[in-house]
């Protein structure tokens, strides 16, 4: 009988649920920190999402040191050279300047926390050729994401909805953009689910409401980028999972997008919500992009690039010129960069995404790695720096690290092993009264 991956870890001592957890942690790290500070009314601090990450990369390291392995694979070897070029570069920058200016050296804190934690989470993924996530992990961290963005509109002790922004350091932009990220679990978790057993009407019904919950919370929030990100990831999924079937995924949507037009006036008025986000949203429809601080930013960044296009200034250089990212992700590298590091970065996301094509139908790992690059690419292409974006790092990160010849022949040919023992397993029916979750996903974790 083919011995399942979770099973396997579990014999090597360790469990693979805390492996996605410590990875779900990593993700959504800033996303729990900043609603914690919020509703605790305590003041954000430089340093507090590092001290998260710290926690993370302590937890995988002693489980690195325990299950140590000498195999590692050669493209790790490139992750490593990857991050230390960029730290290198980083702390350069700061060596030229002012060190110690606040912007630069939390973002500078927060890049070296997560590329420690990325490398050893990295290390454990190649380690136990892991290609699956727990499903009930992406579950909790769907219900925690979605109730914590959707509570957030109800705070009336300060200007929300298109206007959140206190000394926790949560704004209105976090809050569209965790409602979207929500989202895009939802829909990953739906597709995950449907290829195992079909939805029974409950299980919908629990899905439409929480993506009417989401998509409701992200444009009440007024972060235009938010919404854009949950239409991204929308299309991205009727794309990836659907094909010729995405009626199953567009007609829900449809019935989402008519109960929330006719929906949302009486629950406006009945709960009392602000409307400023739906304001500054509808705004952007009536030529507010163009008086967006944005465009200012954008112009100033390009005239960065101009002083040194080839080489830039330096990665972390933009805070010192601007005082700010530029909120566009291939503006940042221009002014900071130059051509010459643009390129590379092309070439880095060329071979990402050469591999995790090649990989995502065999795992839903790289399914799930998939849809947080879709998350944190888009993100910064409107807001955040991308230096120290795990959504972004982490799905690379594992993606240069895979050694195509092993996963062919350890990973594929178990996939085929489990096919051919396909006739000897229960039916969905039996199963029911076994000891072994119905969720695929679940069981190989």
């Given at each position: 009988?083919?011995?399942?991956?979770?099973?396997?870890?579990?014999?090597?001592?360790?469990?693979?649920?805390?492996?996605?957890?410590?990875?779900?942690?990593?993700?959504?790290?800033?996303?729990?920190?900043?609603?914690?500070?919020?509703?605790?009314?305590?003041?954000?601090?430089?340093?507090?999402?590092?001290?998260?990450?710290?926690?993370?990369?302590?937890?995988?390291?002693?489980l690195c040191f325990r299950?140590?392995?000498?195999?590692?694979?050669?493209?790790?070897?490139?992750?490593?050279?990857?991050?230390?070029?960029?730290?290198?570069?980083?702390?350069?920058?700061?060596?030229?300047?002012?060190?110690?200016?606040?912007?630069?050296?939390?973002?500078?804190?927060?890049?070296?926390?997560?590329?420690?934690?990325?490398?050893?989470?990295?290390?454990?993924?190649?380690?136990?050729?892991?290609?699956?996530?727990?499903?009930?992990?992406?579950?909790?961290?769907?219900?925690?994401?979605?109730?914590?963005?959707?509570?957030?509109?109800?705070?009336?002790?300060?200007?929300?909805?298109?206007?959140?922004?206190?000394?926790?350091?949560?704004?209105?932009?976090?809050?569209?953009?965790?409602?979207?990220?929500?989202?895009?679990?939802?829909?990953?978790?739906?597709?995950?689910?449907?290829?195992?057993?079909p939805l029974s009407w409950?299980?919908?019904?629990?899905?439409?409401?929480?993506?009417?919950?989401?998509?409701?919370?992200?444009?009440?929030?007024?972060?235009?980028?938010?919404?854009?990100?949950?239409?991204?990831?929308?299309?991205?999924?009727?794309?990836?999972?659907?094909?010729?079937?995405?009626?199953?995924?567009?007609?829900?949507?449809?019935?989402?997008?008519?109960?929330?037009?006719?929906?949302?006036?009486?629950?406006?008025?009945?709960?009392?919500?602000?409307?400023?986000?739906?304001?500054?949203?509808?705004?952007?429809?009536?030529?507010?992009?163009?008086?967006?601080?944005?465009?200012?930013?954008?112009?100033?960044?390009?005239?960065?690039?101009?002083?040194?296009?080839?080489?830039?200034?330096?990665?972390?250089?933009?805070?010192?010129?601007?005082?700010?990212?530029?909120?566009?992700?291939?503006?940042?590298?221009?002014?900071?960069?130059?051509?010459?590091?643009?390129?590379?970065f092309l070439f880095v996301?060329?071979?990402?995404?050469?591999?995790?094509?090649?990989?995502?139908?065999?795992?839903?790992?790289?399914?799930?790695?998939?849809?947080?690059?879709?998350?944190?690419?888009?993100?910064?292409?409107?807001?955040?720096?991308?230096?120290?974006?795990?959504?972004?790092?982490?799905?690379?990160?594992?993606?240069?690290?895979?050694?195509?010849?092993?996963?062919?022949?350890?990973?594929?040919?178990?996939?085929?092993?489990?096919?051919?023992?396909?006739?000897?397993?229960?039916?969905?029916?039996?199963?029911?009264?076994?000891?072994?979750?119905?969720?695929?996903?679940?069981?190989?974790?």
């Amino acid at each position: 009988m083919q011995i399942s991956q979770k099973e396997q870890l579990n014999n090597n001592g360790i469990k693979a649920d805390m492996l996605d957890v410590l990875i779900i942690l990593m993700m959504f790290a800033n996303a729990i920190l900043k609603f914690v500070l919020y509703f605790l009314n305590i003041q954000s601090e430089s340093g507090q999402l590092a001290i998260i990450y710290i926690i993370v990369a302590v937890i995988s390291a002693c489980l690195c040191f325990r299950h140590f392995s000498r195999m590692i694979q050669h493209g790790f070897l490139s992750v490593i050279i990857l991050f230390v070029v960029i730290g290198v570069s980083f702390v350069i920058t700061g060596l030229s300047r002012d060190f110690h200016y606040t912007k630069y050296y939390s973002e500078l804190k927060s890049y070296l926390a997560m590329a420690v934690c990325i490398i050893f989470l990295t290390l454990l993924i190649a380690w136990k050729k892991k290609r699956d996530i727990n499903l009930k992990v992406i579950f909790a961290a769907v219900i925690i994401l979605t109730v914590i963005s959707f509570v957030s509109l109800f705070r009336h002790d300060s200007d929300i909805a298109g206007y959140i922004r206190d000394s926790s350091g949560l704004t209105y932009q976090n809050v569209s953009y965790f409602s979207a990220y929500a989202f895009g679990l939802t829909l990953f978790h739906i597709t995950e689910t449907v290829k195992i057993r079909p939805l029974s009407w409950f299980n919908k019904l629990i899905y439409f409401v929480f993506l009417a919950i989401q998509a409701a919370t992200c444009f009440l929030a007024g972060g235009r980028g938010g919404l854009v990100l949950l239409v991204v990831l929308f299309v991205a999924s009727v794309f990836m999972y659907w094909g010729k079937k995405a009626y199953r995924i567009v007609v829900p949507a449809v019935i989402i997008l008519i109960f929330l037009r006719y929906a949302f006036p009486f629950v406006i008025n009945l709960l009392g919500i602000n409307v400023k986000g739906i304001e500054r949203v509808m705004d952007f429809f009536n030529g507010g992009f163009l008086d967006d601080g944005r465009m200012s930013l954008y112009l100033e960044s390009l005239g960065v690039f101009g002083d040194s296009p080839v080489f830039g200034h330096g990665i972390g250089s933009i805070f010192y010129y601007l005082n700010s990212y530029s909120h566009n992700l291939f503006l940042d590298v221009l002014s900071e960069t130059g051509i010459v590091g643009l390129l590379l970065f092309l070439f880095v996301l060329i071979v990402f995404f050469k591999k995790i094509f090649m990989f995502y139908r065999h795992g839903s790992l790289f399914r799930f790695l998939t849809i947080m690059f879709i998350c944190g690419f888009t993100l910064n292409m409107f807001s955040g720096y991308f230096w120290n974006n795990q959504h972004l790092w982490l799905p690379i990160a594992v993606a240069l690290t895979i050694n195509k010849n092993e996963f062919d022949n350890n990973v594929i040919s178990a996939i085929e092993s489990d096919i051919d023992d396909s006739d000897d397993e229960p039916q969905p029916e039996e199963r029911i009264h076994d000891d072994a979750p119905l969720l695929k996903g679940e069981n190989d974790g």
